[in-house]
C-alpha cells in the first residue's frame, strides 16, 4: 500500500503534463527551442490552465511571472487528500529517524532518489511527538519532491545534511516547482545542505522578463498552506526559477540562510511572500537576479532583520496592484540590513492600471547600509518591467505610512532618493529621516505626486513633485 502511493507520486511527477517529444528536445537539444521568441510556449503544451490568460483572480503567486496559481492549488489539493490518507493511517510510531539511505536512497548523484525521499517522509509523517527525516551526506539527484501533510506530530524535521539536485529535464517537472511543502504544522527544515535547482540550463526558456504570456520555470522550495515553519541554515543555490516561494503560511521563520544565482539570472527571486502573516527572515546571505526578497500581496506582520544582499534587485513590496482582489500589505519591519551593488535598494513598485484598490501600510525601512546601489530609495508606482505596458491608467494601490530611517551609504547613480507616486491617490505620509546617501557627481531626490515629511538630516535635499 505505501509503495502503491509512493510509486504514483513520483511517477505522476514525471507524467504530468509532458509530451515524450518535449522531453526529448529538452534534454537532448536544448538549443531547438530556445531559438524562436515563443519556443518556451511549448513546455506545457498540456496544460489548459497554465495557457490559459483570462482574468482569474488567484493567478498571483508569481506576480511579475504570471500565470501560476490556481492550477497549482488544484494538483496540491488532489495531491494532499493522497497524502493525507497516507499521514492518519494506522501508524503507530512515535518520534524517530528516517534516514532516506534506509529507504533505498544512493545518494550518488546519479541515480533518482525521489522514491526514497518521498518514501522516508511519508514514513515520519506518520508518527507522533517529533520525528526526523534524515538526508545524510551525499549528492541526491530528483525530480520534484512533495512534503505534504497534515503530519501527526507536533513537530517534524527534515535535516538536510547533503546536496540535493534538481533534474535538469524541464519534462520532468510538468508545472510543478521542485521541492514542495505543504499543509504540515510545525516543520523544521534544517542540517546545512543545499538544494542545486542546477538552473543555468533552463535559464534560456525563461521568457517572462520580456513577455507577460510567457511559462513559469519549477520554483526551488515552495511552502504552501504551512503553520509554524522554521527554515534554518540551509542553501538554495541556482534555481531555475525563484529560490524560495512561500503561500498561504502563518508563523514563517527563516534563520541563516545562502542564497546564491548570478546576477544575471532571470527571476531567481531569493525569496518571496504572498498572503503569509507573522513573518520573521534573519540573519541571512542573497546573491542572487532578481529581488532578493520581495513581499507580494496580502502579507502581514513581517520582520525583515541582519540581511545581506547583492547582487539582486534589492528589497521589495510589491510589485502590487496587478491582479483581481489582492490583499493588503500591512506591518513590515526591515532594519539592520546591508545591500551591494544591486540594481534597487528598498523599494515599493506597484503597477498602473490595477483592477481593484488595496492598500500597503506601515512599512519601515531602518537602519540599511547602500554599497554602490542604483536607486538606494526607491517608491514607483508606475512599475512595468516590460518595454512598455499596455494601458495608462494610475495604479489604485494607496501607500500610506511608510517610514525610511537611517539609510546611508553611496548611490551608483545620481538619484538616490526617487519617489514615484500615484496621481489620483497620492501616497500618504511617507517619512524620510537621517538619510545619507551620496554619489561622485551629488546625490539628488526626484518626486512626483509627493511631498514627503523629513525628520533629522536628509542628504540628498529633499524633493517636492
Ligand atoms: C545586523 O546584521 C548583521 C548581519 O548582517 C549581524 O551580524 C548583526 O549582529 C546585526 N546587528 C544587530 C544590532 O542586530
Ligand atoms: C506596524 O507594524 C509593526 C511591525 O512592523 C507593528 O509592530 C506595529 O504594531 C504596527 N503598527 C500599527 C499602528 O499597526
Ligand atoms: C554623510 O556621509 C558622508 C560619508 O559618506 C560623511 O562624510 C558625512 O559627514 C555624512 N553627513 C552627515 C550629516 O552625517
Not at 502511493?5 to 537532448?28: H, P, W, Y
Not at 512599475?383 to 494610475?394: A, D, F, G, I, R
Request: glycine fraction near 10%.
Amino acid at each position: 500500500m505505501k509503495v502503491e502511493i509512493i510509486l504514483i507520486i513520483c511517477i505522476n511527477a514525471f507524467s504530468i503534463g509532458v509530451k515524450s517529444q518535449i522531453e526529448q528536445e529538452t534534454t537532448d537539444n536544448p538549443q531547438q527551442l530556445s531559438t524562436g521568441a515563443d519556443s518556451s510556449q511549448t513546455f506545457f503544451i498540456d496544460n489548459p490552465v497554465q495557457l490559459s490568460t483570462g482574468a482569474d483572480s488567484s493567478q498571483t503567486f508569481f506576480t511579475e511571472a504570471n500565470s501560476v496559481g490556481q492550477g497549482n492549488a488544484a494538483i496540491f489539493e488532489q495531491q494532499l487528500s493522497a497524502v493525507k490518507t497516507q499521514a492518519t493511517g494506522t501508524g503507530t510510531c512515535s518520534g524517530g529517524t528516517y534516514n532516506v539511505k534506509d529507504f533505498g536512497a544512493k545518494g550518488d548523484g546519479k541515480t533518482d532518489d525521489c522514491k526514497a525521499i518521498q518514501a522516508a517522509w511519508l514514513a515520519a509523517c506518520k508518527c507522533t511527538g517529533s520525528p526526523k527525516v534524515l538526508i545524510p551526506s551525499g549528492t541526491y539527484l530528483t525530480g520534484p519532491v512533495q512534503f505534504f501533510g497534515a503530519c501527526k506530530g507536533t513537530t517534524i524535521t527534515l535535516q538536510v545534511q547533503g546536496t540535493l539536485k534538481a533534474s535538469t529535464n524541464l519534462g520532468h517537472f510538468g508545472q510543478r516547482d521542485w521541492i514542495c511543502f505543504g499543509w504540515v504544522r510545525g516543520l523544521i527544515l534544517t542540517g546545512g545542505g543545499t538544494f542545486d535547482g542546477q538552473g543555468t540550463a533552463s535559464w534560456p526558456y525563461n521568457k517572462c522578463p520580456v513577455t507577460k504570456k510567457c511559462n513559469v520555470l519549477p520554483t526551488n522550495l515552495k511552502f504552501n498552506a504551512m503553520t509554524d515553519t522554521t527554515v534554518k541554515g540551509i542553501t538554495s543555490l541556482n534555481s531555475k526559477f525563484f529560490h524560495i516561494g512561500v503561500v498561504n503560511c502563518q508563523k514563517f521563520n527563516v534563520i541563516g540562510v545562502h542564497i546564491t544565482a548570478p546576477g544575471d539570472s532571470p527571476n531567481t527571486d531569493g525569496l518571496h511572500f504572498e498572503r503569509s502573516s507573522d513573518v520573521t527572515i534573519t540573519d541571512s546571505i542573497i546573491a542572487t537576479g532578481d529581488d532578493c526578497i520581495s513581499i507580494g500581496h496580502g502579507n502581514s506582520r513581517m520582520t525583515i532583520k541582519g540581511i545581506t544582499c547583492g547582487p539582486g534587485h534589492g528589497i521589495s513590496v510589491g510589485s502590487l496592484g496587478r491582479y483581481q482582489n489582492e490583499g493588503d500589505v500591512n506591518g513590515l519591519l526591515v532594519k539592520n540590513c546591508t545591500l551591494s551593488k544591486t540594481t534597487n535598494g528598498v523599494r515599493l513598485k506597484t503597477w498602473e492600471s490595477s483592477p481593484n484598490p488595496s492598500k500597503a501600510i506601515n512599512i519601515t525601512f531602518e537602519d540599511i547600509i547602500m554599497n554602490n546601489v542604483c536607486n538606494p530609495i526607491i517608491i514607483d508606482q508606475t512599475y512595468c518591467p516590460y518595454v512598455s505596458c499596455e494601458s495608462k491608467l494610475p495604479s489604485k494601490v494607496k501607500l500610506q505610512d511608510i517610514f525610511f530611517r537611517r539609510i546611508r551609504g553611496t548611490s551608483s547613480t545620481p538619484i538616490a532618493v526617487w519617489l514615484k507616486c500615484n496621481k489620483n491617490i497620492p501616497c500618504q505620509n511617507v517619512v524620510l529621516q537621517d538619510i545619507n546617501l551620496s554619489h561622485p557627481a551629488g546625490a539628488k531626490s526626484t518626486c512626483q505626486n509627493i511631498q514627503a515629511k523629513t525628520l533629522g538630516t536628509v542628504i540628498p535635499t529633499p524633493c517636492k513633485g
